[in-house]
């Protein structure tokens, strides 16, 4: 599985629905992942603009097999102490992405951070072996979601060590 990106460009004065086909039948066909849209006012050339993130090398019946079975509840799956680590980093995924003006998962999914948690990956090299994890996300996310681990990984160590004296 990769993340690809597709462009398409929507002129407002159309002259037919070709392109507004063409559209709906790749976002039809695809799993998007996200969407980012923008109008361009440039008087009679205005146009939409629109950039898709979408996954190829998943089957679309493997992509509604996924939807049926629900959101899952990583507090069920996951242990109480990967879980305060999933939630430290999912707290600071919501802030990142409120600071971006982004949605949450363009920043990490919730597999992602779950993975993150229960494997403690705490380098660079750790996190470009998870599948969707670029050297994008890398580059400008990775710095902080190392010290997010490591801080974590150290107050449970001090805590355990406290049960032990």
């Given at each position: ?34 969407i ?23 089957k ?18 996951l ?5 305060a ?16 003006n ?28 998870i ?5 994008a ?13 490591i ?11 406290k049960?032990?004296?």
């Amino acid at each position: 599985m990769s993340i690809q990106f597709k462009t398409f460009y929507m002129p407002t004065k159309m002259f037919g629905d070709e392109i507004e086909s063409t559209l709906n039948q790749f976002l039809s066909s695809t799993r998007v992942t996200n969407i980012k849209k923008e109008f361009v006012n440039n008087g009679d050339q205005s146009f939409w603009s629109f950039l898709i993130e979408y996954v190829v090398n998943e089957k679309p019946t493997e992509i509604s097999d996924k939807s049926k079975k629900g959101k899952i509840d990583y507090r069920e799956i996951l242990s109480p102490q990967d879980f305060a680590l999933f939630a430290k980093l999912r707290e600071w995924r919501k802030q990142e992405a409120a600071k971006e003006n982004i949605p949450v998962y363009s920043i990490f999914t919730n597999e992602q951070i779950s993975l993150i948690s229960t494997k403690r990956i705490s380098t660079k090299n750790g996190l470009l072996e998870i599948d969707g994890i670029g050297e994008a996300r890398i580059k400008k996310y990775a710095d902080d979601v190392i010290k997010i681990v490591i801080n974590h990984v150290d107050s449970e160590k001090k805590n355990d060590n406290k049960g032990t004296e």
